[in-house]
């Protein structure tokens, strides 16, 4: 499973979420931190959309790193750690930004099964 995962500040737009998309090319499935989940500029996203709860990513390894992201999330990029706990596999194009978007892929065999559905 191909995932992207995309970090982005409260002030990211559409184009700049479609331009993140259409930059990172063909996946399966987006994954967002949940505190986005319901961001205006993810409204016209085709993908499904999988909400990551900030506290997976605590002490998830990323190939980049920022400062901010670490002391407040716990990880070194949120693009990526995003991607890799929704694709359970690793990164194949590190931390990218597009204006207040940052998106990263991954690909690995993707999200566990929940014997519940």
Same mark, same amino acid.
């Not at 409260?10 to 967002?32: C, F, K, M, P």
């Not at 205006?40 to 959309?49: G, H, I, N, S, Y």
């Not at 999988?50 to 998830?60: L, N």
């Not at 407040?72 to 694709?87: D, N």
């Given at each position: 499973?191909? $995932?992207?995962?995309?970090?982005?500040?409260?002030?990211?737009?559409?184009?700049?979420?479609? #331009?993140?998309? =259409?930059?990172?090319?063909?996946?399966?499935?987006? #994954?967002? @931190?949940?505190?986005?989940?319901?961001? @205006?500029?993810?409204?016209? $996203?085709?993908?499904?959309?999988?909400?990551?709860? /900030?506290? #997976?990513?605590? !002490?998830?390894?990323? %190939?980049?790193?920022? #400062?901010?992201?670490? =002391?407040?999330?716990?990880? !070194?990029?949120?693009? /990526?750690? $995003?991607?890799?706990?929704?694709?359970? !596999?690793?990164?194949?194009? %590190?931390?990218?930004?597009?204006?207040?978007?940052?998106?990263?892929?991954? /690909?690995? @065999?993707? @999200?566990?099964?929940?014997?519940?559905?």
């Amino acid at each position: 499973m191909r $995932v992207i995962g995309m970090g982005l500040t409260s002030a990211a737009t559409g184009a700049e979420v479609a #331009a993140a998309l =259409a930059a990172a090319g063909r996946a399966d499935l987006l #994954a967002i @931190p949940a505190l986005r989940a319901g961001h @205006p500029a993810l409204r016209d $996203v085709a993908l499904p959309c999988r909400a990551i709860p /900030e506290g #997976a990513v605590a !002490g998830i390894a990323t %190939p980049t790193q920022s #400062a901010r992201i670490l =002391a407040r999330f716990g990880c !070194g990029s949120m693009a /990526e750690a $995003v991607a890799l706990v929704a694709s359970r !596999g690793r990164i194949i194009t %590190p931390r990218q930004s597009h204006g207040a978007v940052t998106w990263a892929v991954a /690909e690995g @065999p993707g @999200p566990e099964e929940d014997a519940t559905q």
